[in-house]
Structures are given as C-alpha cells and as structure tokens.
C-alpha cells in the first residue's frame, strides 16, 4: 500500500522517464514543487519498497513493479477524466486537477466497476491511451502538428500539454480531439501555422501551440 505522496512520486518519475533515463532528483523536484532533499528523503522510502532503483549521482529509474503501479495511478487518473467530462459534464481544461485527488482511490473494484460504466475507453479526454487493468499502456502513434507540411491535413489525436490555458486556447480557435486539420501556410517568422480547422475560416496558431497538438494522417 502506498501513500498518496508516493503514488504521486511513482506517477511523475513515470512521465521524467519519457525524457531522461535515469531521472534527476532535480527533476523531480522540479515537477512536484518541492526541495531535493525532500526528494532524497522519498527515494529512500521507494527504494525500501522496491519500486524504484537509485544511483547515486546518476538518478532513479522504476523497478518492473513500480512501473506497473505507476500506470495503474494513472490507469485511475484517465478513466476519472473521462467521468468527469462525459458523466459530470466538466469541461476537458476543468478534469485533470480533480481527477488528481480521485485517481487515489484504492478500491481495485470500483474502478473496474468505472471502467465497466463507461464502457471500456482506451484514451481520455485529451488523447491520452488509458492503460489496461493489467498496467499494459499501447503507444500513441501520432506526430507533432508543426511537422506537417503546407498542404497536408491531419486529424487531432491528442494534446501533449495538460496545460488548462492552452486546452481553454483550443477551445476558442475551435480544435478538439478528433477536428480535421489542413495546414495552409508556415510563416518563416516565428515558424506559426495559418491553417483550416474542419474545413472552416482560416487561423492562425503559434509554434508552440502546434508543438502541443498531436495528429494523424
């Protein structure tokens, strides 16, 4: 049984490994807002426990175990999400801080029970594959939408940054999980994108908003 301050450890050094192998006490102090020592003093608590593996000067990389408990955090933390917003009618930009205080439910069974209720999702309300029961997450295959060239046309899978400014942004221009997108120009400046959302009025969005879309062809 783990505390909700090392589910939260467990799910952020989970994320760091995407970037950085083995992950920075820095780093993860960094992501959770706290001090190293702090960090330090919970490495040794996780270490004890058997679910993460620390290196001195080097960092810490999760055990086949703390892996699996990592996605099962965040296996909660999805399927919340998408209760929040199909079920309780939040908005997407509203459910990522709520379902951080839900996704430390214990209950194994209610959230099959949630699962079962909302008929088995496989991504949350921002593209983000829902592991399966047994911790096992399938890969996103998608690209970043300031890859595409002028003239080409995706459609929206994904949002990389959780950010609520940048989701409320979205929801302005009118882009949302599953919206047609053809990109029309590149402007050599700052490296925006002029392009047409489900066939509509052309926009404008910065780089670092196409940095954060994810997309298909």
Known sequence: MFSHSEENYLKTIYHLS?????????????????????????IKKLNS???????????????????????????KHRLW???????????WDEVHEVAEQLEHIKSKRMIERLDQFLGFPKHDPHGDPIPDKN???RDLEAIKLSTLAINDEASVVAVK??????????DKVG???????QVT???DFDESLEIKIDGRDKK???????????VQE
């Open 81 to 91: 999400e998408v209760f929040l917003l199909e079920k309780l009618n939040f908005n």
């Open 204 to 214: 404008i969005i910065s780089a670092l908003v196409s940095e954060n879309i994810l």
């Open 175 to 181: 882009i949302g999980i599953g919206s047609k997108i």
């Open 18 to 42: 995407a970037k950085q192998k083995p992950v920075s006490t820095n780093a993860i102090a960094e992501a959770l807002s706290t001090k190293p020592a702090s960090v330090t003093d919970m």
């Open 49 to 75: 426990k058997s679910v993460i593996h620390y290196q001195k000067y080097k960092g810490t990389t999760l055990t086949a175990e703390g892996e699996k408990e990592a996605l099962l955090i965040i296996r």
């Open 135 to 137: 911790g096992e997450l």
């Open 185 to 187: 120009d590149k402007i």
């Open 161 to 170: 940054d959780e950010n609520s400014s940048l989701l409320q942004y979205l």
